[in-house]
Nanobody
Framework: VQLQASGGGLVQAGGSLRLSCATS????????MGWFRQAPGKEREFVAY????????YYADYVKGRFTISRDGGKNTVYLQMNSLKPEDTAVYYC????????????????WGQGTQVTVSS
C-alpha cells in the first residue's frame, strides 16, 4: 500500500488543521492506521491509531481530547483532525499502516507516507 499525507501548514495557536492520508493499493480495511510526528532533534512519536474496523481509536496523552483520527473506507483515506493546536504540536506528521494490531512503536508499522509539516505559531 502507498500512503500520501497532506494538509499541513502554518496555523496560530488555538487553531485547527485536518491532515489527510490518501492510500492506494490494498484497501485500508486490511490495516491498522496510525499517525506519528517528529519534531526537529526529537524522535518520532506516536499520535493516534485507528483499528482496521475503525471501531477502536487510541491517542497519545498529549493530544487526547484535541485530535481525532478517522477513516473513510470508500475513499481509502485516513484523517487527523487537530483542534486547539499548541506550539509544541509543531512537527512533521506521518501516516503509517500496520498489518498488526494496535501499537505505539513506529518500528511495528510496515508502510509510511512522506510526511507533512505542521507549524503552530504562538
Amino acid at each position: 500500500v502507498q500512503l500520501q499525507a497532506s494538509g499541513g501548514g502554518l496555523v496560530q495557536a488555538g487553531g485547527s488543521l485536518r491532515l489527510s492520508c490518501a492510500t492506494s493499493g490494498r484497501s485500508i480495511s486490511n490495516y491498522g492506521m496510525g499517525w506519528f510526528r517528529q519534531a526537529p532533534g526529537k524522535e518520532r512519536e506516536f499520535v493516534a491509531y485507528s483499528s482496521r474496523s475503525a471501531g477502536r481509536t487510541y491517542y497519545a496523552d498529549y493530544v487526547k481530547g484535541r485530535f481525532t483520527i478517522s477513516r473513510d473506507g470508500g475513499k481509502n483515506t485516513v484523517y487527523l483532525q487537530m483542534n486547539s493546536l499548541k506550539p509544541e504540536d509543531t512537527a512533521v506528521y506521518y501516516c503509517a499502516a500496520t498489518s498488526g494490531n494496535y501499537n505505539t512503536r513506529s518500528t511495528n508499522y510496515d508502510y509510511w507516507g512522506q510526511g507533512t509539516q505542521v507549524t503552530v505559531s504562538s
